[in-house]
């Protein structure tokens, strides 16, 4: 561990603390910005994608995204060892690893950075784009089986949509981020990032070694720091050229109150209580230029919608006045006698009338009084509606034409008596008989007084404000930056003790944190070169902000140089995998699984050797999962005897994906002919010449692994074997090469093939012929011949 540095005392400490934790807590230290929210108040937070503690990959599941249309699940072991997952180009094999990393991490490489639109829009599968689904099981933490899922609607893009975790026996919670583990202790190795890794500016490569050493946190806190002491000065350089800036201004002009502002700018420490009040103004400037800018702001309603209203209100009163007879009021008061004696009834029952004493208020009574009552509310109704209407006309009415301001009262530099009159001919206007009339000629008498009273409002503030205001503003700018600086000069001071610390420290720890990994991928390297004349030596990441670089000391023929300079794609593609791995694999990690995606590209014969023994070494206590096109992986993971599973991707018509376990391509192109031999689907002779050339593909496949193993476990040059298989266009020359190790004796074949067994040189020709004419006779007998001479052609 770094040695404690006892220069940095706890105030100083507690701001790198609060650094590390985050931007919000530095800002909260340094008092910038308001606190946070309280949790409980912004609710539960969502959960972040990251597995518990020990977590391998059982399963991923692909829908309707990329390659892959419907449902496909790759299911893997979840324990440690090694599976490598094959097939062509387009098979939708990357479509399993894309979708893991888009799952778990959020993101993928294959559309971060500069991408253009026609990548990042073609993520939807092009036959079946919807429903799109990705799912990734992983088991074997404390917590259970774990489920993250992403899903997006018809319209979604690959942002949107919603983004799950389902841990055992909970219910399905909403994803917020990726989470902390999946920065630091990344377990994807996309084929973009294989190359980002060592390619590109100094500094990227710097950052993206920092990020897999999970130093990010270290640089992060380091930026944080430096952002908040960079403003700070950006803060002070500006109030000092604006002190001077304003102090030129001063002298410049001739105003008493300018001097004055000379003469506190001029100071060594400025007065920023004299400032202030410069910058103010006295209480008497400051109140005439306060009603000024009040008469500025006066205005009317626009004239028409006064005038739509006032005729509405018009129309309420006629109304009403058409309501107000006298039936109607008689209307109103015998239904209030009427429903008087009901409720009397209602309370007391069937007796003489208590009024006349003639009648009986009784059942049939009643029935018509109510009656009566009814009718005589209806006539009441009219007359109370529209006295509402007529109340409603004039209060929208009133809320329009308002009373004469205040300001219009205040002692200002101009006379206001003829717009104050005015304006209250105005306010009484909707009291006349003929509202909509009044208000149109109050209206047109006020407008132009209110204009010429506020026109002369602007005239006087502009004539104040022409000279001296201007310099006023900007004082008053002046002051407030310099209140912040003085208050920040304490910050800026911590800050700056800080930073200094933290950039040693970081250093420090960067080269202790880095040395194990780079000692890793040292042998991780060596394991990996396989015949490269290329030597690496350490690691070293040096420099800071704009200066930061990664280092690599390299040799060539023990000859020193420079290593991206004199590295091929291949060894480019070695060294960032040896960068990877010791990171992915530290004990801190959670996930107990690393994934990664066609590292075989560019990669020499000698290097896929390699490769299958490192990733055998990883896979002794990590779960390892490589996608490759190239066959030469699984094929060396045999021929090494390396344990592993081998999972072939095939793709059907409209992107349908099956997959199936073969660890022997031998046995894969036998089952392809045995399936098709049994197919009700395909025409006879198809179906021979489909099976025959199945049978041809099996028995080249046998005699590519016998000359291979035979010669480079003789220790032949692997580009020289591969060179000559190259060169063995023909079945007869294949086969000639297993068995002869002599490409010329071609013409000795068939007479070494019946050693094979009765009927093996028929099966031979069968196989050739059928594989462009088709095969008339029985399949069955072809394919169990075929099988027989693999295994002859493997023992030899």
């Known amino acids: 561990m770094v040695e404690e540095d006892t220069s940095l005392d706890a105030e100083h400490g507690l701001l790198v603390l609060d650094a590390l934790d985050g931007d919000t807590a ?433 005239s006087e503030l502009a004539r104040r404000d022409e000279q001296w205001r201007p310099l006023a503003a900007r004082l008053f700018e002046l002051h407030g930056l310099l209140a912040r600086v003085a208050a920040e000069k304490p910050q800026l001071t911590s800050l700056k003790k800080a930073e200094s610390w933290l950039k040693d420290a970081a250093s420090a720890i960067r080269d202790e944190r880095l040395r194990p990994f780079a000692e890793q991928s040292q042998r991780i390297w060596n394991d990996l070169r396989q015949q490269s004349n290329v030597g690496l030596g350490p690691i070293r990441l040096e420099g800071s902000s704009t200066r930061r670089k990664a280092t690599f000391d390299v040799t060539v023929d023990d000859v020193e140089g420079a290593a991206l300079g004199v590295m091929s794609q291949g060894e480019l593609h070695s060294l960032a995998l040896s960068l990877f791995l010791p990171r992915a694999t530290v004990e801190e990690s959670p996930f107990r699984y690393v994934l990664i995606d066609d590292p075989v590209q560019a990669m020499d014969p000698a290097k896929v050797d390699g490769l299958a023994r490192v990733l055998s070494g990883v896979a002794r206590d990590r779960q390892v999962v490589v996608f490759s096109h190239d066959d030469r992986l699984a094929e060396s993971v045999r021929r090494l005897q390396v344990p592993a599973t081998v999972v072939e991707v095939v793709r059907r018509d409209r992107s349908r994906v099956e997959l199936r376990t073969c660890s022997d391509p031998v046995v894969r192109h036998l089952e392809d002919a045995r399936a098709m031999a049994k197919s009700d689907h395909v025409p006879d002779d198809l179906r021979g010449e489909i099976v025959a050339s199945s049978c041809r593909s099996a028995l080249e496949a046998a005699a590519h692994a016998a000359f291979r193993r035979s010669r480079i476990g003789k220790g032949d040059d692997r580009d020289d074997v591969e060179a000559r298989l190259a060169a063995a266009h023909t079945t007869r020359a294949v086969l000639t090469l297993a068995v002869f190790n002599d490409p010329d004796r071609a013409g000795d074949l068939e007479g070494r093939l019946r050693s094979a067994g009765r009927g093996s040189v028929d099966v031979f020709h069968a196989c050739k012929a059928g594989a462009h004419s088709g095969y008339p006779g029985d399949l069955g007998s072809l394919i169990a011949g075929t099988k027989t001479l693999c295994g002859w052609v493997a023992r030899q």
Not at 45 to 70: C, K, Q
Request: glycine share 10%.
């Open 26 to 458: 530095l800002a909260r230290a340094l008092g910038d910005g308001s606190d946070p929210a309280d949790p409980e108040d912004a609710g539960p937070a969502p959960d972040d994608a990251a597995p518990t503690a020990g977590s391998y990959l059982a399963s991923i599941t692909v829908e309707g995204f990329r390659g892959i249309g419907e449902p496909a699940t790759l299911t893997l072991a979840p324990g440690p060892g090694l599976t490598v997952v094959v097939g062509r180009n387009g098979s939708g094999k990357s479509s399993f690893a894309e979708a893991a990393e888009l799952a778990v991490t959020g993101a993928n490489r294959r559309w971060d950075g500069s991408r253009s639109m026609v990548w990042r829009e073609g993520w939807r599968n092009l036959h079946c784009p919807d429903p799109a689904r990705i799912a990734v099981e992983t088991v074997g933490g404390p917590g259970g089986p774990v489920m993250v899922r992403r899903a997006w609607g018809p319209d979604d893009g690959l942002e949107a949509g919603s983004w799950t975790r389902q841990a055992h026996s909970e219910r399905v919670a909403p994803v917020g981020s990726a989470g902390d583990a999946v920065r630091t202790y990344r377990p994807f190795l996309s084929y973009n990032e294989l190359g980002s890794v060592v390619e590109g500016k100094p500094s990227e490569m710097h950052d993206a070694l920092f990020t897999l050493l999970g130093l990010a946190d270290l640089t992060a806190a380091q930026g944080r720091i430096t952002a908040a002491k960079k403003a700070r000065d950006q803060r002070a350089k500006a109030a000092r050229d604006l002190r001077q800036e304003l102090r030129t201004a001063a002298g410049e002009l001739d105003d008493e109150r300018a001097a004055k502002a000379m003469a506190v700018l001029t100071a060594t420490a400025p007065d920023l209580d004299a400032l202030g009040a410069l910058a103010l103004g006295d209480d008497e400037d400051v109140a005439t230029v306060a009603l000024l800018r009040r008469v500025t702001a006066l205005a009317l309603p626009a004239q028409d919608a006064v005038e739509t209203v006032a005729s509405q209100y018009d129309e309420a009163r006629e109304a009403l006045r058409d309501a107000s007879s006298s039936q109607a009021r008689a209307s109103a008061g015998l239904a209030r006698l009427l429903r008087t004696a009901l409720d009397h009834h209602a309370a007391h029952g069937d007796e003489p009338c208590p009024v006349c004493g003639q009648g009986t208020l009784d059942a049939t009574w009643h029935a018509d009084a109510e009656r009566r009552t009814r009718e005589a509310e209806q006539g009441a109704t009219d007359f109370d509606q529209a006295n509402d209407r007529v109340d409603l006309a004039r209060q929208a009415l009133a809320r329009l034409v308002e009373p004469v301001p205040s300001v219009l009262g205040e002692e200002l530099p101009f006379p206001t008596a003829g717009v104050r009159t005015a304006w209250e001919r105005w306010r009484q206007a909707p009291d006349a008989v003929d509202a909509h009339a009044a208000v149109e000629e109050a209206g047109q008498a006020l407008r132009p007084e209110l204009a010429a009273v506020v026109e002369k409002a602007g």
